[in-house]
């Protein structure tokens, strides 16, 4: 049915297209976001803060629609993947990602963050039975070349090492977050999966919650208020457009959307942080963008 649907329907092609443009601005824009309210308030408060807000958010919005039937509670074998997306996804991606940009400028951080999409395809040939096509072979060669050159040129130090590294753990649990979302789409409705992987984020940073309180106390209202953007915006809307993007096309051209994201992050750093990645790293960054597009044209 939603095939013919969409097939049909070109203006929903359309609105699925504004949707991924949309989330590729506001996810772009939480790199920024993040690396300035990572001079106030740690890694895990931010978690905590951005995911608690994001599920209030995303709760009120499906709790209040007038539509109850297109709710459904996730029967049993939904929450084996559901609890993974949330850990990793919410969770571990996002203190991964808080504390890599305490270290790392903001494009580059989104740079190595977004190879991704190469891990989704590696764990599809793994787990799904898609094998290791040349070009995904080659593709995966040329990405770890541009992990390399950034880990070079950004690390004048032990703290600049780690923050490549963790910028992989977060691209490694954002890839499985995909992975084990994607089923979940076709069971349950999107915003639905959405608000409990982010619930389920929220309670993972919840031994943070200490240091939140004592964090809050101290910050500077425009730190709040950047807090309040990325649950609201990133978080609650960016997750909910990528979710109507993704059931409406597919995951190959949603990939190769999301690669636009370093790019806008490293404008909106420029323009907002007045910051600019080493040559050295863009030419890494740009090594992996290419080395992800090698490997999805056998998609």
């Not at 803060?49 to 009120?60: E, V």
């Not at 130090?157 to 977050?177: K, Q």
């Not at 030419?283 to 490997?295: D, P």
Request: charged share 10%; glycine share 10%; hydrophobic share 55%.
């Amino acid at each position: 049915m939603t095939v013919t649907t969409i097939a049909e329907a070109p203006p929903r092609a359309g609105l699925a297209t504004g949707a991924a443009a949309v989330t590729v601005v506001l996810w772009a824009s939480s790199f920024v976001a993040i690396r300035h309210v990572g001079t106030e308030i740690s890694a895990g408060a931010l978690s905590l803060a951005r995911l608690g807000l994001g599920s209030i958010f995303l709760g009120a919005l499906l709790f209040t629609r007038r539509t109850p039937a297109v709710r459904r509670w996730p029967s049993q074998r939904d929450w084996l993947p559901l609890i993974a997306c949330g850990v990793l996804w919410f969770g571990v991606y996002n203190i991964a990602l808080n504390e890599a940009e305490r270290r790392l400028d903001a494009g580059t951080s989104a740079m190595l963050v977004h190879i991704a999409p190469l891990l989704i395809a590696v764990l599809a040939g793994l787990g799904l039975g898609e094998g290791f096509p040349r070009q995904l072979v080659i593709g995966s060669l040329v990405a770890f070349a541009g992990i390399v050159i950034i880990g070079t040129s950004t690390s004048s130090g032990r703290a600049e090492t780690w923050g490549v590294v963790l910028c992989v753990v977060a691209a490694i649990s954002y890839a499985v977050g995909v992975v084990t979302q994607k089923p979940l789409l076709s069971r349950l409705p999107a915003a639905e999966v959405t608000w409990l992987a982010c619930t389920i984020g929220a309670v993972v940073c919840l031994p943070f919650a200490p240091t939140l309180v004592d964090e809050l106390r101290t910050a500077d209202a425009s730190t709040i208020w950047w807090v309040v953007y990325l649950a609201a915006f990133p978080t609650a809307l960016g997750f909910t457009t990528w979710a109507f993007a993704l059931r409406r096309t597919s995951a190959g051209r949603m990939g190769v959307t999301v690669y636009a994201v370093p790019v806008v992050a490293i404008v909106l750093g420029w323009l907002f942080l007045g910051e600019t990645p080493a040559v050295l790293a863009l030419a890494g960054g740009a090594l992996c963008l290419t080395g992800v597009a090698i490997s999805r044209r056998s998609a």
